[in-house]
């Protein structure tokens, strides 16, 4: 199965832009990037996923390179409430079953 | 009520005992997969069904077992219980025929003593 790597943590101020990285050298043509996040307390949540071309949505941007291992995810304004883990996955292709690492702690500072 | 429903949300329990955590959902999704969580750790994949005949083992299946009841019921066992088997455990859901976005229950926190 593909893997993903991701910093461990990061942190941002508040109402500032943040980049979360995520390196998927190993992606195959057809695989899914999905993005998630686990707010402290609750289950894993959808944020975003994409396969080729760049994505936007109510909730976050994701900009996937041109040769597909590696991608970003972008929360435009960085708020309180986006303090969680933040997940890379890989949809992958034949299993569909999904692998996830140990994501992206990401600290917003007031 | 939530889409994915997990029951119990908590148990303590000891050494040795039989465990069966449950989950039931509404979204009609034909995929359901079950997680295990370990503090400051990842999700790491127990089971996976992807219809009710169909069942997989994911990364760390062993000293566990499931039973996918119907479309909407996929139950993990525990058939002896023991102390690293105490962690958080997540119960998801996902639709082939759109996304694959996975759905995830609220979690039911085991602890073995």
């Known amino acids: 199965d593909a893997k993903t790597t991701q910093p461990n943590s990061m942190e941002s101020n508040e109402e500032e832009p943040v980049h979360l990285p995520c390196n998927h050298s190993?992606?195959?043509?057809?695989?899914?990037i999905h993005w998630y996040r686990q707010l402290p307390s609750q289950g894993p949540e959808y944020v975003i996923h994409g396969l080729t071309s760049n994505v936007n949505n109510r909730m976050a941007s994701l900009a996937i390179a041109e040769d597909r291992k590696s991608s970003t995810l972008i929360l435009h304004r960085a708020t309180l409430r986006d303090a969680a883990v933040y997940y890379c996955?890989?949809?992958?292709?034949?299993?569909?079953?999904?692998?996830f690492g140990t994501g992206t702690r990401l600290k917003v500072l007031a | 009520d939530a889409d994915v429903t997990q029951t119990p949300r908590n148990r303590i329990t000891k050494t040795g005992k039989r465990i069966m955590l449950e989950c039931s959902q509404t979204k009609g999704h034909d995929r359901m997969y079950w997680y295990r969580q370990d503090p400051g750790l990842g999700l790491r994949l127990i089971y996976y069904?992807?219809?009710?005949?169909?069942?997989n083992k994911g990364e760390i299946s062993d000293g566990y077992s499931v039973s996918r009841q119907a479309q909407a019921k996929f139950s993990l066992s525990l058939e002896s219980a023991i102390p690293n088997q105490t962690a958080l455990y997540f119960c998801?859901?996902?639709?082939?025929?759109?996304?694959?976005?996975?759905?995830f229950g609220a979690g039911s926190r085991l602890t073995v003593l």
């Open positions: 998801a859901t996902s639709d082939f025929r759109g996304a694959d976005v996975l759905t």
């Open positions: 069904s992807f219809d009710v005949k169909d069942i």
């Open positions: 190993t992606i195959s043509g057809t695989d899914y």
């Open positions: 996955i890989l949809r992958t292709t034949g299993t569909y079953k999904y692998i």
